[in-house]
């Protein structure tokens, strides 16, 4: 613990802190995008629950870095290509995160809305949270490789974690809202998801791409996004009335 009373410890657990929420952002999108297929009173307990076991998975990884470092050694090696089981690990995740956004921007587009009868029989609660933990393991494996490669020790690593999954749960229902409650938001984030999952099955073929780039244009994206909300919001008929009648 006298680590963290330290300026070095201060500034490393801030810096992951920060870096996890970040790379959890995904994480809230795809669990919300998840979960507005159940019923609306089992929205928040699906989100939460998520969260939670997000939390729980990846303070168990913490404990198991010999192994999840061994997870990077070569299992074999096809055509002087070293495959690990991190990499099947990565591609797995990533095409289940294609096929997931594939078919959710094609229900979009289709206009195959599911309504809130149908919801409980299009998916069960088990389901929801089952494929949850699936995409939780795939993106807590890639933070927490991450988090060993910027700091050492193990109690700033699970600190950072407890403290960033607070700050998600807190923010999720918003986030949540906000993308379901605005279709054009929801789009760009199964866009985004989509992305993100391309990125981590070409991981998975040691083709790294700086995750800087990326977040850069995620941001970009969602600016312009807020712009044109901004603006659509503007040229409301009832807004522009008050506004002539003012």
Partial sequence: MEVLLTADGIISLLSLTLMEVVLGIDNIIFISILCNQLPSNQQGKARTLGLILALVMRIALLFAVSWLIGLTEPLTTIYGFELTYR??????????????????????????????????????FSSVIFQIILLDAVFSFDSILT????????????????????????AATKISNFVNSHPTVKMLALSFLLLIGVLLFAEGFHTHVPKGYIYFAIFFSLVVEMLNLRMRKNKNPVKLKKRLKE
């Fill in 87 to 124: 990499d099947i690990i990565l591609m797995a995740g990533g095409l289940f995160l294609i096929y997931k956004s594939t078919i959710e921007i094609h229900h979009k587009l289709e206009g195959e809305e599911i309504d809130v009868k149908s919801k409980s029989k299009a998916s069960s």
């Fill in 147 to 170: 988090a060993v490669g910027l700091v050492d020790e193990i109690i700033i690593m699970i600190i950072a974690v407890v403290i960033s999954i607070a700050i998600m749960l807190v």
